[in-house]
Structures are given as structure tokens and as C-alpha cells.
């Protein structure tokens, strides 16, 4: 089979069980983004070639206790009662065990210990984090239903980006954008993936009632977010010297690969959605 039919197949199969998952609730969001976010920590852990059974584990269970800091968690798990004593203990739980970690890296590694303990903070900074404000934009909480728009809109989005900028780049691209980093970005690609995907969300503002304007300023962002999110992983790999973060979806690399431009564009749909 081509590689075309494989990315077309994979790539099918991947868009409809985040969808599906999306439209399923806040449990089903919660389970996606772990997911993602734990093979993402696993590729970065590897590509800095830190990921020894150790690291992984403490990576693993520092991520899955950030997404549990998410303040619907108690109203998912119907522990409503616990809603006000939840969320501050999950942030002393994580930064206890974060402390732990520390502890145990001074008397493994000694004064090298900053190589392994810095790459951990940035993976969680990088990765778990922009996970939690992705899980945030459902506004999923106490007395708050769970509303599968805003995350929907990130996905959808960050594809319209990605699509747009690849075609119009292939039919009109000539200078590049940053060749060091990326050969095939243009900015004409980057141009009209920004255009396209700014009417996208235009267009989908004006049927679900958060303003045409105010829509297509955020295609807009999303269009750079996502640009820039690729070009950092881009950076990860070159400095790596590896062409892909991995092997998640058939086809189309890794999880850093696949979800490099959701991680920034999460940040900035949540961010958005505070003022809209």
C-alpha cells in the first residue's frame, strides 16, 4: 500500500476517534488528551535520550497529576462534596512528587542532574500543561456543563491550518519560510493558511454564536500558534538530528509530530476564550 493511502487511512481513523471522543463528554476528553500527552512525554523524554524506565515512570504520573488539577474532575467522578479541597492538594500532590524526583536525581546524577531534572520540567511545561487549558476550554466544571465546541474548534482549526498552508504553499509557495528548520514552509503557504483558516473560523463563529470578527481573529492565531508549535518540535528533531519524534499514527510519525501545532494552539484558544 502507498504512503499516501496509509496517511489517508490513519489519517481518517485518527480525526474520527478524536471527534468521537470530543462528542462523547468530559471523560472521553480527559482519556484523549492522556493519551496524546503521554506518548508526547515518552517522544520527548527519548528524543533528549533521558528515558529510562525511571524517568518515564516519574514522567507519566507528574503529566497524569497535572490533568487531574482540571476542576471538573470532581464533578466527573461525583465527588461534588470534595469540589473545594480538590484542586489546591492535586497541585501540592504534583509538586511534592516533583520535589521527590528532584531529591532522588541530586543523589543519582549529582551536579549533572540539571540535563535529566530541566528536561522534565520543560516536558511538563511543554506538554502537560497546554494538555490542562485544552481540557479547560470544555468549561467542564461544578454547575457548568461540558460544552464539546471550543475543544472541537482547536482540532478543527489546527487541521484547517495545516491543510490550507500546505495546499496554497504547494500551488503558490516560493520563499521560504524557515528553510533551517522546515524546507517545504513557505510564506505564501503560511499566508494563505492564515487567510483560509481565519475564514474557517469565521464561518463557524457565525453558527455557534462566538461572533464572525472575533472568529476569524482567532483563525488568525491559530494559523501562527500552529506554525510556530511545528517549527519548535522542528527544532527538537534538527538538534536530535532524527527526521520523526516517533512512531504513533501509521504515516504520519509521531505524537510530537502529529500534535506539535495543538499543544500552542491550545494555549491559545483557551487564552482566547477568557476574553471573548
Known amino acids: 500500500m502507498s504512503n499516501f493511502w496509509v496517511r489517508t487511512i490513519w489519517g481518517t481513523v485518527y480525526a474520527t476517534v478524536v471527534i468521537l471522543a470530543l462528542m462523547q463528554g468530559f471523560l472521553a476528553q480527559w482519556t484523549l488528551v492522556w493519551v496524546i500527552s503521554t506518548f508526547c512525554i515518552k517522544e520527548l523524554l527519548a528524543l533528549k535520550k533521558i ?28 465527588l461534588v462534596h470534595v469540589q473545594d479541597y480538590f484542586t489546591m492538594p492535586m497541585i501540592g500532590q504534583t509538586m511534592l512528587l516533583l520535589v521527590v524526583y528532584f531529591a532522588i536525581q541530586l543523589f543519582r546524577k549529582g551536579i549533572t542532574l540539571f540535563e535529566e531534572t530541566g528536561t522534565m520540567v520543560f516536558a511538563l511545561v511543554y506538554i502537560s500543561v497546554p494538555s490542562l487549558l485544552f481540557l479547560q476550554t470544555s468549561g467542564y466544571q461544578a454547575g ?62 457565525n453558527f455557534w454564536n462566538y461572533g464572525i470578527w ?3 481573529l482567532l483563525g488568525a492565531m491559530v494559523c501562527v500558534a500552529g506554525t510556530a508549535g511545528d517549527l519548535f518540535e522542528s527544532a527538537l528533531k534538527r538538534q536530535a538530528d532524527i527526521k520523526d519524534s516517533g512512531r504513533f499514527i501509521p504515516g504520519h510519525g509521531g505524537a510530537l509530530d502529529r500534535f506539535d501545532a495543538f499543544l500552542f494552539v491550545s494555549v491559545v484558544v483557551y487564552s482566547w476564550s477568557l476574553f471573548k
Open 51 to 78: 528515558d529510562s524506565a525511571f524517568n518515564l515512570t516519574f514522567g507519566w504520573v507528574l503529566n497524569t497529576l497535572i490533568l487531574l488539577i482540571h476542576p471538573g474532575i470532581p464533578e466527573a467522578l461525583g
Open 214 to 216: 472575533q472568529g476569524a
Open 144 to 205: 457548568h456543563p461540558y460544552n464539546w465546541q471550543l475543544p472541537m474548534l482547536v482540532f478543527i482549526l489546527t487541521w484547517s491550518s495545516d491543510t490550507f498552508a500546505y495546499l496554497t504553499g504547494r500551488a503558490f509557495g516560493k520563499i521560504k519560510l524557515y528553510e533551517a528548520l522546515s524546507p517545504k514552509k513557505t510564506i505564501e503557504g503560511f499566508i494563505g493558511g492564515t487567510v483560509l483558516t481565519a475564514v474557517v473560523a469565521a464561518v463557524l463563529g
